[in-house]
């Protein structure tokens, strides 16, 4: 399928270019060299400890936040559903601020994804349950706005209860993402609850191909709703859970992504899974380049762009489906 | 956002030449003085009558920030308010060139001598701060005593420039520049400044990779403070780990913060951390 | 072969009984109308036959497996619903998903049964246009050849003439009758009683939950029925071409 190669190639490209772009200035040869050779000098160590896990960092968390999107707005179908907008990611950061400031990340290893976890969880049943199958746009866009609210006054109120004077400055960082100076110690946290995440969200394909009827008939072609719910639920909260636990909450790569993409895909839901995974990675890494480009020099969040690109989008999306709210 | 916040604190604390309003010393010695800043209170702490000196701010009791906290818990904390000033009825404040200006204007409206102390940017700037000081309460020959120790114990400490490369890195990558009392410290100590290689003057962050391509010998942080956050997280990388090495890291103490003589307390853990 | 049989099927809202302890069987080969007034249980009683409503008594359908029944009965609700500007090959295809598991490519046997639907649906040359955007009358033709394509032997459908003009109406039931010619059986909920009178082979006529009459439309659509019933009088006749059925006017 063209778009598969196309996309595929794209995020490859990316992935090479955030490796070879960085406030220390090496050329390409060098940079490849260091990566794959076997010498233990600074170049070396800037590639392997610092640019490489970036990028895998950039390539997992845009497959988390595209797959979710499109995985959300199928079951929903409103497309303007995605994890950032109606607080999954807000509600996820609460989560991990929470386990950190209380120490409990520092306890056990996975306890930081796994706060976020549940973090998201709540927010996805919330979300469910206020503007279900059958809740409109209306409902959707005040619950995310209600949930979105409460998460943030949430994790800057813990933020700013914590002995750490640098916390309290640290709300930024939470609420629009970044992937600056993370590790492979940061890979590994969210690569299991991520991989779990992506294998449940990526057999809801013919499920939501069949929504495109409706409940009523997609449970009459012998698609179960409630074990499709269930694995949304527990697919989105699982992936974005950990990417926000890493990265912090980045907000509209789920909605632009699949929204770009739809026409190139036939707008059927199931192939929009993919495809959005695989274009939130290429969108993720191309506002990281962004970033290291732009302001070098300043820590530069990467909601910043990614809100700058989404939020007229989105108002765009309104504007255009507002006979329906 | 917080490394201004931090370095702020420090910037305010130090002290130096005054700027403004450091008038000839008064004929007769003020008896009410009142500090509302760290660096100020522990050369006041020095220097001081016994009486003379009757608040510090309330850092100087903090044993994170103040390296004469026990002496600083003698005396009533202020928290650098114009109202809880005055209401002690000082004849002198002495302050820093970067305290609250809303708060100093006002006690000058008041009628109140404040003396602003800026801060001190070299070693050789330690015992002009401490003939200020002296000046200022009346206790001339304290602080000539002061002095002649401090240049004594600086000559012994001083060093030739021959020592291991090395780097300040503190939480959020915040490294300083060339134009600081610390790079004065180190270099005298006789270790070289990457910053000097680097070309940096003012102070600001270093990207991880920037400083693992310099790869210093030697590295200078700070102590972790209690709670998480996402800027000492930095210092816990891997790739800082490997530069840091097996020695680990030298942990700066509040003795690099003001330009007092306590400052030949760094110089020595500089020099032992040599050998 | 019975396609499906109910016996005493109740579908209870709190304890008031929407459906009343409904029984029949359909056989191979029938066109049956399921009429009745507004709220008379219709769509409630399709809906328990499919499983998506829990109800008391017994019915066959609740016997298989969800996939299994997927392909023995295929169901059109009411509600048009198409949530994406999918094309109408699309569409239709979406009626093989009983056939296909998770993420197979459709067989020759699939795209054979979706071509056939198409035209029968006299839909031929849409296939590449998106169904959003096609009439209300060629979405409700798009939606009743996915119905076709899912090839179960028996279908149920709620009101799949409502909105098509007298020609496209006239086709739907030719098709469903067609259909029943090759052995399948076809349950419809329609109000147009012309349209069943002509070209149902049976009638279930339903009031208040409860099976009031069940046979041929002759015997169905009696004066006394429609009076009780319906609250109308109709003018009721066999001709060559068949039943002629129209209401007249109401009862006081």
């Known amino acids: 399928m063209r778009v598969f190669v196309i996309l595929s190639a794209l995020v490859v490209i990316l992935f090479g270019a955030s490796l070879l772009i960085g406030p220390a200035g090496f050329g390409p040869a060098e940079s490849l060299r260091a990566l794959l050779g076997e010498q233990g000098d600074a170049v070396t160590l800037v590639m392997r400890e610092i640019r490489l896990p970036r990028a895998i960092l950039g390539v997992m968390v845009g497959i988390s936040l595209g797959l979710s999107g499109a995985a959300l707005q199928g079951y929903l179908r409103n497309p303007l559903a995605e994890p950032g907008l109606i607080g999954v990611s807000g509600s996820a950061a609460l989560g991990a601020v929470i386990a950190l400031q209380t120490g409990v990340a520092a306890s056990f290893a996975l306890a930081l994804p796994l706060a976020a976890l549940t973090g998201a969880l709540i927010a996805v049943f919330l979300i ?17 706005i209600a949930i979105s609210a409460l998460a943030g006054a949430l994790t800057s109120l813990a933020l700013n209860l914590s002995p750490n004077p640098f916390a309290v400055s640290e709300i930024i960082f939470w609420m629009m993402g970044s992937l600056a100076d993370r590790s492979f110690t940061h890979v590994w946290l969210a690569l299991p609850f991520m991989a779990v995440g992506w294998v449940l969200l990526a057999r809801l394909g013919r499920g939501l191909d069949a929504l495109t009827l409706g409940e009523d008939a997609a449970e009459a072609l012998g698609i179960r709703l409630d074990r499709l719910r269930l694995m949304l639920v527990l697919g989105v909260a699982a992936s974005v859970g950990a990417a926000t636990a890493v990265a912090g909450a980045i907000g509209f790569v789920g909605l632009v992504v699949p929204h770009m993409l739809r026409p190139f895909v036939g707008a059927r839901p199931g192939a929009l899974l993919w495809a959005s995974a ?5 969108m993720v890494l191309a506002a990281d380049i962004a970033v290291r480009l732009v302001l070098p020099d300043r820590d530069l969040q990467l909601g910043v762009l990614m809100a700058i690109v989404g939020a007229p989008l989105f108002l765009h999306l309104i504007y255009k489906t507002r006979r329906q709210l | 956002m917080v490394v201004f916040a931090v370095a702020g604190l420090l910037l305010a604390a130090a002290t130096g030449l005054a700027s403004a309003q450091a008038d000839e010393p008064a004929a007769v010695p003020p008896q009410r003085v009142v500090s509302m800043n760290l660096c100020t209170d522990q050369l006041a702490m020095m220097l001081a009558a016994r009486g003379q000196l009757i608040s510090v701010s309330d850092l100087a009791a903090d044993p994170d920030t103040s390296p004469m906290h026990e002496q600083g818990r003698n005396y009533p904390a202020n928290h650098g308010g114009a109202e809880e000033i005055y209401l002690l009825r000082p004849d002198l404040v002495v302050a820093g060139t970067y305290s609250d200006p809303t708060v100093v204007a006002m006690l000058r409206r008041l009628g109140i001598r404040v ?7 070299t070693l050789d700037e330690v015992p002009e701060r401490l003939a200020t000081m002296g000046a200022l309460l009346g206790r001339q020959d304290a602080a000539a005593a002061q002095i002649a120790d401090f240049d004594a114990a600086l000559a012994a400490l001083s060093a030739p420039p021959d020592g291991p490369r090395a780097a300040f890195y503190f939480p959020n990558g915040y490294t300083l520049g060339t134009g600081t009392l610390s790079h004065d410290i180190l270099t005298t100590a006789g270790y070289r400044h990457i910053a000097d290689e680097l070309g940096r003057s003012a102070s600001g962050r270093l990207a991880l990779e ?19 956050s996402r800027s000492e997280a930095l210092l816990e990388h891997p790739a800082f780990a490997a530069v840091v090495g097996a020695r680990g890291a030298f942990i700066s103490s509040n003795d690099w913060i003001c330009g ?4 030949l307390n760094a110089l020595r853990d500089l020099v032992e951390a040599r050998e | 072969m019975s396609l499906l049989h109910l016996s005493d099927l109740s579908v209870l809202r709190l304890t008031c009984p929407v459906v009343d302890r409904v029984s029949f069987d359909v056989s191979e080969g029938e066109l049956i109308g399921l009429i009745g007034p507004n709220g008379a249980g219709k769509t409630t009683l399709l809906r328990a036959v499919l499983g998506l409503l829990p109800f008391k008594g017994h019915a066959s359908t609740a016997a298989l497996s969800v996939s299994q029944r997927a392909r023995h009965v295929a169901w059109m609700p009411q509600a048009r619903e198409i949530a994406w500007p999918v094309t109408v090959d699309t569409l239709v295809m979406l009626g093989r998903v009983p056939h296909l598991a998770g993420g197979a490519k459709p067989s020759e046997a699939d795209r054979r049964a979706v071509a056939d639907a198409i035209s029968d649906m006299g839909l031929a040359g849409f296939e590449q246009r998106k169904a959003t955007e096609l009439s209300g009358g060629e979405q409700a033709r798009a939606l009743i050849a996915r119905v076709l394509a899912q090839d179960t ?4 459908a709620d009101e799949p003439t409502a909105g098509l003009d007298p020609g496209h109406q006239i086709t739907t039931m030719e098709v469903f009758a067609r259909a029943t010619q090759s052995g399948k059986s076809v349950l419809v909920s329609m109000h147009d009683l012309g349209l069943a009178a002509r070209y149902c082979t049976r009638l279930i006529l339903l009031h208040q939950g409860g099976v009031v009459a069940d046979g041929l439309p002759d015997t169905v659509l009696t004066a006394q029925n429609l009076a009780k019933v319906f609250g109308i009088t109709a003018h009721v006749e066999r001709t060559a071409q068949g039943l002629i059925f129209q209401p007249l006017s109401v009862l006081s």
Do not use: N
Request: charged share 10%.
């Open chain 1, 128 to 144: 469910l349950a206020l503007a279900g199958p059958r809740g409109g746009s209306l409902t959707l866009i005040l619950a995310g």
């Open chain 2, 260 to 263: 007092t003589p306590l400052v």
């Open chain 1, 278 to 282: 695989l274009g939130g990675a290429a």
């Open chain 2, 115 to 121: 003396a602003q102390l800026d801060i001190v940017r």
């Open chain 2, 210 to 228: 920037l400083l693992i391509i310099a790869d210093p010998e030697f590295v200078i942080t700070s102590s972790p403070y209690p709670g998480a």
């Open chain 3, 153 to 156: 032997p028996l279908i149920l």
